[in-house]
């Protein structure tokens, strides 16, 4: 019988649960968790678009800089939501958050496509942006928790990597939802802020079928649960052909259930348990963030200030600046599980930043067009996605397992509010479009601070690949591991 929360949770118990899940083989119970749960990062990038299009402006009555502010609104959203939300999965579990999140952000959405005022869309705009922040926190905890350690870095560079299409779904659907002469400007934009929750409503029958992590069930006492949900999960992987083989006794991990970790305690981890961990996750975070919005947010205005390019053709150089933000994750995860993560991490920040230094050289002495500059984005992204991606994965699977989402709301955090300036400053440096020295300054810049993450995560970086979470971060509810522990 599956233990209740009203047992006594005080007893040690050894436990397989992680050994168990870690040397399953990949099978469609897998891909149910990928799809079920990476849904998230594609509604993401699909909001920023829709919003980014500014479809609504003129049936709102709004001015830019108020176009400009329901994009913040949603960002800000999305910081309070990883704060407000962060901790929750951490002590209620991981699966009930992440029906939770997902049902604030349909609500959200789906009532912002309804608006009838500017203030009524930020209202509801914000709500959506809490419930894609929450996501953030209780998805990638999931996601790291139920795949085996031998796929683990490639499955969560990828799954984070489909923000990008999420983001070209959106830009497709502007096409034809923003064209008058096919829909009315009235209900376009509307129609545009439905997608994402139709999408969602199919996710949510997914996730009903996805369970709670059973390493989650074990640091809480609830040993019989979590021996109970991995012999379901190995009993589908039966019946999909994989094979389920014994597990070694000394792989066993004994536990105690730990309680609530407090705040101090969770300092304790972070600054002095694990000080280089949480350096190196806290710089990768930021930089990547910063030089992704930099670019991200003010690509249009480059192309329109000096290029010349027209406002509605914009959207045509973002497609294929989207698909090598995706392409990257999907070809260079693989390389994060084999090669190693902290060479990886090196290598893809360090060439995004080299590559767009280049493109700063030749954009100063100009001699690209919108095609070339587009060239170069699209090379330095392939690489700086896959990096970006890895820096989620790093401050989830690198921290113990009782605080892993707080942490990686934390960390989620810090990088937005990093990553809200880049679009402010480069906006500034680009001007009227005159003066190309200022922007080829601030595209050097954020090149050197790209470079410098993959330096800090090279010499500072965990090598977590191939290994069980709790190999990389021993949990706090243990109480002695078995020899295969480190």
């Not at 829709?50 to 001015?63: R, Y």
């Not at 690209?368 to 060239?375: C, S, Y």
């Not at 113990?400 to 709301?409: C, G, M, T």
Request: net charge neutral.
């Amino acid at each position: 019988m599956a233990r209740t929360r009203a047992e006594d949770v005080s007893r040690e118990v050894s436990s397989l649960v992680p050994a168990r899940l870690d040397r399953l083989p990949w099978t469609r119970f897998h891909w149910s968790v990928v799809v079920g749960l990476g849904v998230a990062w594609i509604l993401d990038g699909l909001e920023i678009q829709i919003v980014a299009s500014a479809g609504f402006a003129k049936d709102l009555h709004m001015s830019a800089v108020e176009v400009g502010a329901a994009g913040s609104v949603y960002l800000v959203g999305q910081v309070v939501g990883a704060l407000f939300f962060g901790w929750l999965p951490d002590r209620i579990g991981r699966r009930r958050m992440f029906i939770l999140t997902l049902l604030i952000y349909l609500i959200g959405s789906g009532i912002a496509g309804f608006s009838p005022t500017m203030w009524f869309l930020f209202a509801f705009r914000f709500i959506a942006g809490l419930g894609i922040g929450g996501e953030y926190a209780a998805i990638n905890s999931a996601i790291d928790e139920l795949i085996p350690s031998h796929y683990r870095g490639r499955v969560d560079i990828a799954i984070n990597g489909t923000y990008w299409g999420g983001a070209a779904l959106g830009a497709a659907a502007n096409l034809f939802l923003l064209n008058p002469a096919l829909v009315s400007e009235n209900w376009g934009w509307r129609i545009g802020f439905f997608i994402g929750p139709v999408l969602g409503l199919v996710i949510i029958y997914l996730r009903r079928h996805i369970p709670e992590s059973p390493r989650w069930l074990m640091s809480h006492g609830r040993e019989n649960e979590a021996e109970k949900t991995v012999d379901d999960i190995e009993e589908r992987v039966r019946h999909e052909g994989g094979d389920v083989s014994e597990v070694d006794e000394s792989k066993a991990i004994i536990v105690k259930s730990h309680g609530r970790v407090g705040f101090i305690a969770m300092v304790k981890v972070l600054f002095v348990k694990y000080p280089k961990r949480t350096f190196t996750g806290a710089v990768m975070m930021v930089t990547q963030s910063f030089m992704y919005n930099a670019i991200f947010f003010t690509h249009a205005l480059v192309l329109q200030n000096f290029y010349q390019v027209p406002v509605g053709s914009t959207p045509l150089y973002f497609f294929p600046f989207a698909i090598g933000n995706l392409a990257g994750p999907l070809l260079l995860g693989h390389l994060f599980d084999t090669w190693g993560r902290r060479k990886m991490i090196f290598l893809t920040y360090a060439v995004a930043g080299a590559v767009l230094a280049v493109s700063a050289f030749l954009f100063s002495a100009g001699v690209l067009n919108a095609t070339t500059q587009t060239i170069f984005w699209c090379v330095s992204f392939f690489f700086a996605s896959a990096g970006a991606s890895s820096a989620y994965l790093t401050v989830s699977e690198t921290f113990p397992l009782e605080l892993r989402s707080r942490a990686i709301s934390y960390f989620f955090s810090l990088g937005q509010l990093a990553g809200a300036l880049g679009p402010v400053v480069y906006g500034a440096l680009i001007g009227d479009g005159k003066d190309r020295g200022p922007l080829t300054g601030g595209y050097l810049l954020g090149a050197g601070i790209m470079i410098f993450g993959g330096i800090v995560a090279l010499i500072f970086g965990t090598n977590a690949e191939r290994q069980s979470l709790e190999d990389v971060a021993e949990p706090l509810s243990a109480v002695k591991a078995g020899s295969s522990q480190s």
